[in-house]
């Protein structure tokens, strides 16, 4: 062996020690947190526009770019003819602390809603897309409402909560508005905004925005109205919502999503188990194991 091929061999073997110390450290930093979105495509969701069959990602309205999950129109033919879609991560949760950072880019489409302009958001506790109907245009959910000033010096908070067949208690009753106002600062232009959501099944509900609690309530569950063409089967009103699927959103206003990150609240409680997590705030005791 020369001295190049034995130079080369250390080298590698050193990259693969340095590869394998960066898995083993992020093995042991870990905090809970589950990466949804990996940087590439969009396995792993499942995208519902209104008009079309589940699985029917018209247009490309949702794409993985640049390390993003962005909602484009560029693809679209004719009038906006409200094709309100929802990207779903496929797996459902209940207790959890879910974040994302998003900004809006670029016009609203021609002949969407007004009142979509830089308006967006994510959806939770929702039903399963696979039971949303093909001329459903909302799911029956809860949504974190995304919104960006307009006009200078006018207050346009985000980190709403808005309500498409469903309802929330509101200091301490039914609140029947479809939207309810955060305390959020008003953003302008394309800046990112980071917000998260604290959910404890079918309890307390936080909306944060930039590290600020914006936003509490209470007994997600469905009800009200704004949902539409839905099966009848799915609407049992009063039914107190303790998880759901989580969705992106796009409803006519171009957006960017990225860092899609949630952590799962519920599990093992006990100090003494193998398995026990500080971040765990909801106990599972069937959940503990015993070394």
């Known amino acids: 062996m020369n001295k190049q091929q034995l130079k080369s061999q250390v080298l590698g073997a050193s990259l693969l020690l340095l590869l394998g110390c960066g898995v083993i450290n992020s093995q042991e930093t870990n905090d809970g947190w589950e990466t949804m ?174 590290g600020k609690t914006v936003l509490e309530y209470t007994k997600p569950q469905i009800g009200g109205e704004v949902a539409n063409g839905y099966d009848p089967k799915m609407k049992q009103d009063g039914k107190l919502l303790k998880e759901g699927f989580i969705a992106l959103q796009s409803e006519g206003q171009p957006i960017d999503f990225r860092d899609i990150k949630i952590r799962n609240l519920k599990g093992c409680t006990d100090p003494k188990a193998s398995n026990y997590k500080e971040y765990y705030h909801v106990s599972d005791t069937k959940a503990c194991t015993y070394n």
């Not at 209104?50 to 560029?74: I, P, Q, S």
């Not at 459903?136 to 959910?141: A, K, L, T």
């Not at 207050?155 to 498409?164: A, F, H, I, L, Y």
């Open 37 to 210: 979105y990996n940087g590439n495509d969009l396995n792993g969701w499942t995208t519902k526009v209104h008009h079309y069959e589940v699985g029917d990602n018209y247009a490309d309205t949702f794409r993985a770019e640049d390390d993003m999950v962005k909602v484009r129109y560029d693809k679209y033919e004719g009038d906006f003819n409200n094709r309100f879609s929802h990207l779903y991560y496929d797996k459902p949760f209940s207790d959890f602390h879910f974040t994302v950072q998003y900004r809006f880019v670029g016009e609203l489409y021609t002949g969407a809603p007004e009142y979509t302009i830089l308006n967006s958001g994510v959806m939770f506790h929702s039903q399963d897309p696979r039971t949303m109907l093909k001329e459903q245009d909302w799911p029956i959910s809860v949504e974190i409402q995304f919104l960006a000033g307009i006009e200078e010096g006018k207050e346009r908070p985000t980190g709403n909560m808005c309500s498409p067949g469903t309802d929330v208690v509101f200091e301490g009753k039914i609140d029947p508005r479809h939207c309810i106002n955060s305390t959020s600062d008003t953003y302008y232009g394309n800046q990112w905004v980071t917000a998260e959501l604290v959910v404890y099944h079918d309890s307390l509900v936080k909306h944060i925005i930039n």
